[in-house]
Nanobody, 115 residues
Framework: QVQLVESGGGLVQAGGSLRLSCTAS????????MGWYRQAPGNKRELVAG???????NYADSVKGRFTISRDNAKNTVYLQMNSLKPEDTAAYYC?????????WGRGTQVTVSS
């Protein structure tokens, strides 16, 4: 069983930056695919960014060029650097880890961007 704990959310003005962190309770491995999702009230949860153990990344079109996902296996942590934040980025952000057929989620951290 893997537990994921997110941190780094908060309130920021439009144009500002935040860095989210997600730390796993145990080791993360090269086979793990990790990602960040977000969900705004009334909306479905959507993928923001993902990263493989080899460092391959993918991003939602809405965040390309503004967000960067990275991981540090030695620290069991994945990060999401968010720059040029917009009010439409306001959501609860969730960390996700896929290991084989298992799928783990954190409890989320709130990001609010004021205009």
């Amino acid at each position: 069983q893997v537990q994921l704990v997110e941190s780094g959310g908060g309130l920021v003005q439009a144009g500002g930056s935040l860095r989210l962190s997600c730390t796993a309770s145990g080791s993360i491995f090269r086979i793990d695919i990790m990602g960040w999702y977000r969900q705004a009230p009334g909306n479905k949860r959507e993928l923001v960014a993902g990263i493989t153990g080899g460092g391959r990344t993918n991003y939602a079109d809405s965040v390309k060029g503004r967000f960067t996902i990275s991981r540090d296996n030695a620290k069991n942590t994945v990060y999401l650097q968010m720059n040029s934040l917009k009010p439409e980025d306001t959501a609860a952000y969730y960390c996700n880890l896929i290991r084989g057929l298992s799928n783990y989620w954190g409890r989320g951290t709130q990001v609010t961007v004021s205009s």
